[in-house]
Each structure stands twice: as structure tokens, then as C-alpha cells.
């Protein structure tokens, strides 16, 4: 397609003609993706070399370059234009006036312009001082001028970039590291980036730099896609926003969807994650590759070999069965028969595992390409490679990378395809739904000394969540789920029940122990009707604080975990056939007896407010995270007196609200009052923490109270409004019994 194709003003070379055909051909539905951008930098080549060729009236030694995106040709409705005006330095003035012609056209258009100019010697000197201006010239291409001066810089960058391949490597790993650090992985992100995030636009063009290179080479299977699709969707980002951002905001993401002709914004989500996730993988791979070979380029080996009376270097580690270690990862021996052995892709996954290495990318392939799928069901090996694999720990997450990114999850695990890459659109979650259900057999990993089973807990925490890539409650569907890939491993009748149960009552123990009465007897009894047995609630429990933990640092909190053990301690007698204990009231402290004398004084609420901390939860995964600045803040007590009366409650709760404190518990007793005195004292004690920024001050909470309370006392010879008598010794001895109603309400991330 060339720009005549688009606009018959072609031969306009001004502002004017270029802009309408811009703004027709970005406005233009038939066209979308790369033969959109193609046409777009093509129409942009035009127009440029038309300035070029307007301003230097036959002038030679100088040439226009386009680098960086725009070198590869890829220009999204808002990308910067990155040019190179190269020259050979014999005639400075008539360079910077052609640059003037070139660069101020550009700028009345409104086009961001990164711009240069340089003599080869000089691009050669800045590069080799700044590694994003190499990496921009590695694209260079030639747009107007002398074609032999780009020529010979790009020879010369291109040889430099090789030879200085060994010492920039690192640097460009470790500039991608530092890039990851700081914006996130793109796969898991609700907003991500689409070019600086992990899995990004920028590390796709690392990956091309390194090929460049020729040390090492990227995996290309489905990199060229992923690529393309994060530039479609740049592309429609650009076009919904009118910006130049990289950045797909929430607000934005049904307009980006809508603009791509997919469902909605999940499905958008799920694309975007799904690209992430080939680059991500291909550059874990392509950089293990450069550290293998600079490695094999040592010395070391060789003066180790040396010291060692000349012997060889060991170069295979048996590991497995068909499974060794070769220069830090997992490959098949050489003996080793995929196609008459359907077990070896769970046995090397599960041996790469327990040794902390990576599978080989070959390994990887040749397992997808030639084993023979597993019979169902599975034999007693494969299952317990797959719970050998799921309880090494964090070691888990890559080799179960390597094999999705080859389909042999989903080979394994058909239902595993639902949940693939699946977003979660609540700010608690970290992951996306199927790295939650690894995250949390990682977590999952650290208690299997808990209980029994660990074999149930493990495969229960890869399953717990596994109904979310069904409609309705995802609890529900995971529990036939649960059972049907139970069956399918190996597990027999009475196991696979034990899953589907905990499958199904994944969240049953947090949500009651957070939002119910523990005290009610009648809670209790529910939850051990649910679960059924002593040793289901001990996985429950641990499958429990592995799923909240796996979620997110606003998950699970010490305070959680102590209201789900007592939970389950009560439940636990329940099951071993304990009575159950009527609770009882316990008596008033001394601070309670001092708040509500105070209020029968004064005849208004009198409040007290106490910080509380706790420390960080056990197993959290940054415990530094939450010491660095002291325990872990829980929120405060708020204990209030106040005369009974009708109203009460609503007017604190509301006065709670406008603060914006969130209540986790709250206990309500009656206190009466002395004798010859009508009515009765409340004491409120509530456990809350603020809802967004810092707590408020104790002062500023008695004003919002949401009108005055009176006194309602009446004096012994009945009538009303006398004075409150001073409660002498004695006044408080005899109390109706206290009744506590207990209301914990915090919410619970499904």
C-alpha cells in the first residue's frame, strides 16, 4: 500500500496534505493492525523525505534516518516520530538549517518528535556510551538523502553491537530487570503498561536486540503475534483516548475492546495477558541462553579442568528416571523415550523442580511433540509426580510456566484452559486466576506438615478456584470440577469427595469467622455439618490461610488467622463430640465501669479510643514489608458509654460511617443502673480501622454525633428530668447479666 493509495494530495508534501491523509487513513475502519501501521509510517516516509528533499536542494554527505519504532515501522496513531538527521560534518550551518525545515513542520502538526543530529562517528560515541541510543540505531532505517551514509552506519553499529555483545548483554538484562522492578508484570497487571511493564512492547524489543547480536537467539513461536497483538491494542488505546499512552486504564478498557471487536474488557484483559505471558517466557529463556554461553566462554571451566589433574568436567547429573541436569537445567537423557513414556513429562517436571532448575526450552518441545497422553485413569506414579511438583515451593511457578507455554498443562488438566490468563477484577487479588491457584499451592507447600494429607491439600489448592471460568458461583462448578479431575488423577471415591468438599467450602471457614457470631452455637454446628470430619477441617483450615496469604498482603492478617483458628477449634470440638459451652458474659473491666459512670453523670456518650497492632501474619510473604516501620496496624477499640435509649446504635454506626471507619467487630452490653434510678447504660466496644488514609482524633468524633442525647433519668419521686444521683459504694453490686452480641462484618475477597 503506498501513500497514493490513501490521498490523491500525495504530491503535497506540506503539513496540510500529509495531515488529511493521516487523519483519513486513522479514521478509515477498513484497515486496522500492521497494514495500518505499515501504511501510516509509509504515508509518514513520504511526507519526510518531501522536507528533506525541499530543504537541502542537492546537498550530499546527508541523509534522514528513522530509528527506534518508527525504524521498524511501527507508528501507532500517537507514537513519537525518533529521526536521525546524519551528515558528515563538512558543512554545520547548512545541517542545522535543514533541520530547522525538518523539525518545525513536524511540530506544527501537534507529532511528538525525538530528534537528532549526528555525524556517524558521533552516533557511533553516543552509543556506545548510552545503551537505549544503540538499541534505537540497531532499527535504523533509511529515509531520504545519501543511502550509502545509513548504510555505513548501520554496518558499523550493527558490528559494534557484536563485538561489544559479551559486556552489554548484562547491561540491557539488567536494565530490563530494573524496568520489571518498577512497573510490574503486564500479565498481572488490572492497568498495565503496555510497553515498560515485564512481558512489554520494550522487552519484545530487547529480545530482537539480542538475536542482533548473534550470541543467542529469542524462542520465535508465537513472539511475532503476541507483539502484533500488544500493538493492535496500542493502537486502539490511542484511537479511544486521543493520547499518545501506553497505559490501559480501567475507564478505557470497554472503549479498547469495543474498538477490536472483542467481547468485552476481560476479554481484552485475557489477550493482553496472554502476550505478556509468550514474551515474558521468551526472555526468562533468552536470557538463561546468553548467561549459558557467556558462561561457556570462561576461562574458569577450563583452569578448574586444569587444577583437577585435566579431568573433565561432569557434564550430566542423573536426576530422574529419563530426567538429568546439564550446565544448570533439566533435560532428557539420552536414553530417554517421551513417546513410550507418558509419565516423563510429570517426572521431569517435578525433578527440575525439587532441584530449583529450570526445564530446558528443548526439553520443553521435545516432551509437547512426542508423549503420549496419559491414560484415565492416571497411574499411581503420575499423580504422585504432579503432588511432587506442586509441594516444592516456589521452584513450582517456573517449571509450571515452562510446561503451559507448551501446552502440557492444559493436556494434562483440560479445565485449566478456563481459567488461563483469566483476570481478576478486584484490587485484593495479585494474580490472575490460574497464578493464584499456583501461588497458593506455593503457600500450600509450607504447611503440608500440618496435616494428613498433603497429597489432598496440595491438588486442593490447585483446584480451589478452578469454577472461576464458569458462570455462577465458582464454588459450586469447582466442586463437580474438583470431582471429575479427582477421578481423572487417580484419587479413589472416598478422596475424591474429601476435594470436592474442600473445594467447595474454600472460603466457608474465613467468611464465618469474620462475619457471624462465634458464639452462636448454632454457627458453629453449621460449619461442622459442612465439613463433616476432624481431618477435612485440618486441610480446610490449611488450604484456608494458603488461599488468603496467595491473594494478596490485604488478605490475611493476624487478626483473621486468630478468628479462623478459633473457629476451628470450636468446630473441632464440635466433630470430636465435645459439649458445647453456653458463653459466658465476662464482667465489666475496671476502664468499662469508669466510662459508664461518666455517662451516667453526664447523661451523653463518653468514648475512649485505643490503638491496636499485631504483628505481621505467619508465612506472609514480605515480613520485612510490615516490621520495617513497626507492627502491622490493626485499628483501634473505640469503647463507648452511653445512656440506653432508642437510637443508639444507628446514630454511632453513622457516625462511624462518616469517618469512614470500617467496623471488623463489635460487642454491645447492658449495665444497669443503681437503685431508685430508671434506665440503663450501653457499652459499645467496637474494633475498627479506617476505611481510606489515617484514623481521626478521638476530639473530632464526639461533635458528628448525629444530634444530643438527653438524660432521661427520673428522679425518685418520678419525676422526669431530676438530677442523676452520684452512684456511691456499692451502686454498681447489683447488675442484670451483661449480654454481649458480638458482629464481626468485615467483607472477604471471593
Known sequence: MTSTDVTPEAEDSGPGGYAAARLRLLTEGARSGPPRRGALAELTDDWLAGLFGAGTGGQAGVSLVAVGGYGRGELSPRSDLDLLLLHDGRDDKAVAALADRLWYPVWDLGLDLDHSVRTPQQARKTAGEDLKVQLGLLDARHLAGDPGLTASLRTAVLADWRNQAPKRLPELRDLCAERAE?????????????????????DATALRAVAASWLADAPREGLADARRRLLDVRDALHLATGRATDRLALQEQDQVAAELGLLDADALLRQVYEAARVISYAGDVTWREVGRVLRSRSVRPRLRAMMNGGKPVAERSPLAEGVVEQDGEVVLARTARPERDPVLPLRA?????????????HAVRRLAATARPLPAPWPAEAREQL??????GRPTVQVWEALEAEGLVTRLLPDWERVRCRPQRNAVHLWTVDRHLIETAVRAAGFTRRVHRPDLLLVAALLHDIGKGWP??????????????????????????????LVRHHLLLVETATRRDLDDPATVRAVAEAVGTEHTLELLHALTEADALATGPAAWSSWRGSLVADLVKRVAGVLAGEPQAEPAAAAPTAEQERLAVEAFRTGGPVLALRAQTEPPAAGSATPDAATADGPEPLGVELLIAVPDQAGVLPAVAGVLALHRLTVRTAELRSLPLPDGVDGSVLLLDWRVAAQYGSLPQAARLPPTWSGPWTAPWTSPDGSPNGTPPTPGAGAWSRRR???PSRRPRPGWPR
Open 182 to 202: 518498577r512497573q510490574g508484570e503486564l500479565q498481572f497487571l488490572l492497568e498495565p503498561d503496555l510497553k515498560e511493564a515485564r512481558g512489554g512492547l520494550r
Open 349 to 361: 517436571a517435578a525433578a527440575a523442580a525439587q532441584a530449583g532448575l529450570p526445564l530446558s526450552l
Open 387 to 392: 503432588v511432587t511438583l506442586l509441594g516444592s
Open 472 to 501: 455462577g458461583d465458582h464454588s459450586v462448578a469447582g466442586e463437580t470440577i474438583a470431582r471429575d479431575v479427582a477421578t481423572r488423577i487417580g484419587f479413589d471415591r472416598a478422596d475424591a469427595a474429601v476435594l470436592a468438599t
Open 737 to 739: 447479666p451483661a449480654s
